[in-house]
């Protein structure tokens, strides 16, 4: 009994200590923690031209703030503003709180494109303006892992690249994986969600949020995801991630232009694991390269056939980047090894994203693939890519040079270089034009050897209308609506007399994505006068096309057109075509065909080509972006029926 006694005065007593503890701390309430958003609002040619950065910094000044959340805003980069408060030629820097928006300081003119001015603003910012969660918000263009963001109009549209970025992170914060200074890093421009952008900032914030795909006009919705923090600054990044990706999802909707958008939030602290396992699978591919000298083609194709981003054609420029998920979903058969856990950890960083219905294969991340085997912009990918491995494989299988680190790879797997052999691609010196014959049902082929095959990334053909009294072709486009045999290198045509029109009026027309569901299209246009390509979409689903929108493509800065243009009843459309002479002695050159008015039915549809001669050629690519072409089948049409010549 007295040792029973003897423990219930001890458990008394320590009751009371804990008790006493409780009490003698202050009780942290998390919703008067502090916030402070550092906007870096790089204006370009999309407020010059547009507004959109007047049309954000409107929707964030319709939030009424709390007092412990703090908006710091440095304006630039762009020629004009249109509105009465942002002064052009100048770095400005205003602030936001709940005592009213004034600006605080004004700098001279510098290009936003640099390290030194986003150090400087950041420094500016966190002295000046700390707070218990900092996030920072990029707003501008975006060009993906080469090009980076904040495209300054001012200073020829020189941009900040991965690398630059994190230097002026490094200048201001001290930068820990483990302990990160910021909350949220966010990207309101086109194509940041990339591996490399997320592996740049593993050290500097929490959470990032950005897009694969380019984003439309409209951007984030500032009242929608400011409006949230505001009534609760209780939430942490991911939460705020979370609200600004369905902020944005009803925005794009409710313009609609929500069709072919995506965002994801990502768990930063989760990268570096999808990182490693990425590095794996790019030394898994180096191991099968050299096992089977045609690997690359199996890999190539396989991208090809996963969903991309930014315009991966001639006509709308190269993003080359494609949807990391898809991409190794596609070549899962081809890398076994290191596929699921790769999915897997992806999976785990992308703690939520949306996406429109015609980017339905989105995971969350975007990877790098050269679909122009560009060399010289490999050499400047290199320098931001987050995977040596896989930019060892690019370079071996783009180039055919086996460098230093690319041996060290074999050599590290007991493989002897000597026994490499060399990729497969096109030797032009020993091949005239594919020739074509006509099969016992009466079908346009090609057949193949086996070494060409091996060197084949895809096949495609281009279709053209011949006027032969004129000697005019009126070039019609590419797609890849083929009956193909990869195993016996037999390639038929699928001619069936029909092509898309607007309106009844032929376009050209190239496919850019083919997928289970849908196929995207790009179609070059005149809207009011100025170039643009429409975007289309053939949905198998619904079983009809829809025109989603028109956008200029990448310029030759690497620049994404963020504004996707509706069209209205009233637009003027002047559809283009590629003419040459039949004999084939003229370059192709861009006409303007048939000019027409948007009217409320506008629509896109295939329409019958009619009675004609009718020119196919099939065009073969390689993985160094060589062509090969086919002789031209001719397929004449009378009154409906098509008859091929022999």
Not at 383 to 390: A, P, T
């Amino acid at each position: 009994m007295k040792n029973r006694k003897t423990n219930l005065v001890l458990c008394i007593c320590m009751v009371s200590m804990i008790i006493i503890t409780l009490f003698s701390f202050e009780i942290v309430d998390a919703s008067e923690e502090s916030w402070a958003i550092y906007w870096y609002l790089c204006g370009s040619d999309l407020e010059s031209d547009y507004g959109a950065a007047t049309a954000d910094l409107m929707e964030l000044l319709e939030v009424d703030l709390p007092e412990n959340v703090t908006v710091v805003i440095e304006t630039g980069g762009a020629y004009s503003w249109q509105n009465e408060i942002v002064e052009a030629g100048y770095l400005e820097r205003y602030v936001y709180t709940q005592e009213g928006f004034w600006c605080a300081a004004q700098e001279e003119s510098a290009s936003m494109g640099d390290a030194e001015t986003l150090s400087d603003f950041l420094k500016f910012c966190h002295d000046n303006y700390p707070a218990d969660h900092e996030a920072v918000i990029f707003w501008d263009h975006g060009g993906g892992s080469v090009q980076g963001a904040v495209f300054d109009e001012m200073y020829d549209y020189d941009s900040l690249t991965l690398d630059e970025f994190h230097e002026a992170f490094a200048q201001v914060y001290d930068l820990s994986e483990q302990n990160p200074p910021l909350e949220l890093v966010g990207f309101d421009a086109c194509l940041m969600a990339t591996i490399d952008t997320a592996g740049r900032f593993t050290d500097v914030a929490r959470y990032l949020v950005a897009s694969e795909e380019m984003e439309p006009g409209c951007g984030w919705n500032y009242s929608g995801w400011m409006g949230a923090l505001a009534s609760d600054t209780a939430m942490d990044g991911s939460r705020l991630g979370t609200v600004i990706c369905d902020s944005y999802l009803e925005g794009c909707i409710e313009e609609g232009v929500g069709d072919e958008v995506t965002l994801s939030l990502i768990d930063l602290s989760l990268v570096p694991n999808l990182i490693e396992m990425y590095e794996r699978i790019g030394q898994e591919a180096i191991e099968h390269q050299y096992e089977d000298a045609a690997f690359y083609m199996e890999f190539s194709r396989a991208a090809m056939q996963a969903e991309n981003y930014g315009g991966n054609t001639d006509s709308s420029g190269y993003a080359n980047l494609v949807d990391l998920g898809d991409l190794i979903r596609q070549n899962s058969h081809n890398l076994p090894q290191y596929s699921e856990e790769l999915l897997n950890a992806l999976e785990s960083c992308v703690l939520y994203k949306i996406n429109g219905p015609y980017k339905r294969e989105s995971s969350g991340l975007s990877c790098y693939f050269s679909y122009n085997s560009d060399e010289e912009e490999l050499e400047q990918y290199a320098m931001q890519c987050v995977s040596s491995s896989f930019i060892e494989f690019y370079e071996y299988c783009l180039t055919g040079e086996v460098t230093e680190s690319f041996q060290e790879y074999l050599e590290s797997g007991n493989y002897t270089i000597a026994d490499l052999e060399e990729v497969p691609v096109f030797e032009f010196a020993d091949m005239d034009e594919i020739p074509v014959y006509i099969d016992e049902n009466g079908y346009a082929a090609i057949e193949l050897d086996e070494n060409t095959v091996n060197a084949l990334i895809g096949v495609y053909f281009q279709l053209a209308y011949m006027d032969e009294e004129d000697d005019i072709a009126i070039w019609l486009g590419s797609d890849n609506d083929l009956d193909v045999d990869w195993e016996n290198g037999i390639f038929r045509d699928n001619f069936r007399d029909v092509w898309g029109a607007i309106d009844g009026h032929l376009c050209y027309m190239e496919i850019v994505y083919e997928g289970e569901d849908y196929n995207l299209y790009l179609v070059p246009v005149l809207l009011n006068g100025t170039e643009y390509q429409l975007h289309v979409v053939y949905d198998y689903l619904e079983n009809k096309y829809e025109i989603l929108g028109a956008r200029r493509g990448l310029d030759d800065n690497g620049m994404s057109d963020r504004n996707l243009v509706k069209l209205r009843p009233g637009d003027q459309l002047t559809t283009l075509l590629y003419v040459s002479d039949i004999s084939g002695d003229d370059e192709f050159e861009l006409f303007e065909a048939e000019e027409f008015e948007v009217t409320e039915d506008t629509g896109f549809a295939e329409e019958d080509l009619g009675d004609g001669n009718f020119a196919m050629m099939f065009q073969l690519t390689d993985c160094r972006g060589n062509d090969l072409w086919s002789d031209v089948a001719v397929f004449n049409v009378e009154d409906g029926y098509i008859y091929v010549e022999e």
